[in-house]
């Protein structure tokens, strides 16, 4: 029983060749993208919003959100629909990959000194099959004024 409570399991997805993973009990669901609908004055980061099941989700491409080249062609991209905060929204990411389950103590706090995305969106990092996952906080990929403007959205 101990053990159970020792281990996260994680979503795992790609964006470029870099591996990230987010808490399985944040994820809803994984679907296609779907037609957006553009919303003026949106933050830069959020592509627009998608209309699911009757919800109306805002849609956010991490890759923008971490300043990583734009992907040429989307072929291939999924949408996690994840909990963040006190709203539902749609990542945008190249592939989702696997889930895993980690033992907690292998996930070890992100390094300092990051190439790419900055710790401070991170939990973690850990090791799976030799490639490094990097944990992501969804709760920290956002500013306050950011979470505002999100919550707003699905109004």
């Known amino acids: 029983m101990d053990s159970e409570l020792q281990e ?3 979503a795992c997805f790609q964006l470029g060749d870099d591996y990230y993973a987010v808490d399985i009990m944040r994820v ?4 296609r993208p779907q037609k957006l609908t553009a919303l003026p004055k949106a933050p830069p980061f959020v592509e627009g919003v998608i209309n699911l099941r009757g919800t109306v989700i ?11 080249p734009a992907r040429s062609n989307r072929q291939g991209s999924k949408l996690l629909i994840v909990a963040a905060f006190r709203c539902t929204i749609g990542l945008v990411v190249d592939e989702v990959t696997e ?7 292998d996930i070890k706090p992100p390094p300092e000194m990051m190439m790419g995305v900055g710790s401070e969106y991170l939990i ?6 030799d490639s490094m996952i990097m ?5 920290k990929i956002f500013s306050n004024a950011e ?3 999100l919550g707003t959205i699905g109004v």
């Open 124 to 129: 973690g990092v850990c090791l799976v099959r």
């Open 147 to 149: 979470v505002t403007a």
């Open 28 to 31: 809803r669901e994984i679907i």
């Open 8 to 10: 996260i399991q994680l």
């Open 99 to 105: 889930v895993v389950t980690v033992p907690a103590y």
């Open 58 to 68: 805002p849609v956010m491409d991490l890759r923008q959100r971490f300043a990583l």
């Open 135 to 139: 944990l992501l906080n969804i709760d």
